[in-house]
Every structure is written in structure tokens, then in C-alpha cells.
């Protein structure tokens, strides 16, 4: 099983990046996948999940109303559109996913059972 993070790179603050997440080697049917970072110093935080079915989303408060996670079902990839990116954004990226049943966990930056490497998003002032 691997969960491949993509989409990284230097923006200016105001700039957008897409991030992605490719899942191979299983299908993430059932599972919520979703989006944590680590800036230089800090402890990893959570960025956003969605559920498999799409019906429930959830957001950190920092990404609210900038960030939105889809994704495509055929090409088992979650995607990370971030919007009016600011320099506090900056961090490593990784994508995760787990089991629907452990949501709550997720969302509370306690548990994912699958990791990808990180992508650096780096935003400029």
C-alpha cells in the first residue's frame, strides 16, 4: 500500500497550489483520507479529511475557507486545492488515510494508519 504525495513547491503568499495523493497497491473505498502538515519546529497538525462517500469533510480552522479536498474516485487520488496561501502555511505535507470507522481519531490528529512521504510547500511574503 502506498500513498503517493505530490504537488509541492514555492508560492508567493496570496499564490495556490494543488496537492495530490495517488493510492495504489488497494483501493481506500470505506476510508477517510486526508491531509496533515509539519512546519519546521512544530508538532504535526491536521489540515483536512473526507470521508470516502464525501458526505462528511472536516477542517482545521486555520485552512477553513482556503483549502478543499476532493477527490477522484478512478484515479484513487485526493487532491488538496490551497487558495491564498500564506507564509504560515509553509510546512511538509503529507497525506494519510484510515479506516471511516476511526473519523473522530483522524480529524483529532491521533491516528492514520496509512502515511505518504511529505511534499514541502514553501510560501513566500
Known amino acids: 500500500v502506498q500513498l503517493q504525495a505530490s504537488g509541492g513547491g514555492l508560492v508567493q503568499a496570496g499564490g495556490s497550489l494543488r496537492l495530490s495523493c495517488a493510492a495504489s497497491?488497494?483501493?481506500?473505498?470505506?476510508?477517510?483520507m486526508g491531509w496533515f502538515r509539519q512546519a519546521p519546529g512544530k508538532e504535526r497538525e491536521f489540515v483536512a479529511a473526507r470521508a470516502w462517500s464525501g458526505l462528511s469533510t472536516s477542517y482545521s480552522d486555520s485552512v477553513k475557507g482556503r483549502f478543499t479536498i476532493s477527490r477522484d474516485s478512478a484515479k484513487n487520488t485526493v487532491y488538496l486545492q490551497m487558495n491564498s496561501l500564506k507564509p504560515e502555511d509553509t510546512a511538509i505535507y503529507y497525506c494519510a488515510a484510515d479506516d471511516q470507522s476511526n473519523w473522530a481519531f483522524f480529524v483529532r490528529n491521533e491516528k492514520a494508519s496509512y502515511w505518504g512521504q511529505g511534499t514541502q510547500v514553501t510560501v513566500s511574503s
Open positions: 497497491g488497494r483501493t481506500f473505498r470505506g476510508h477517510v
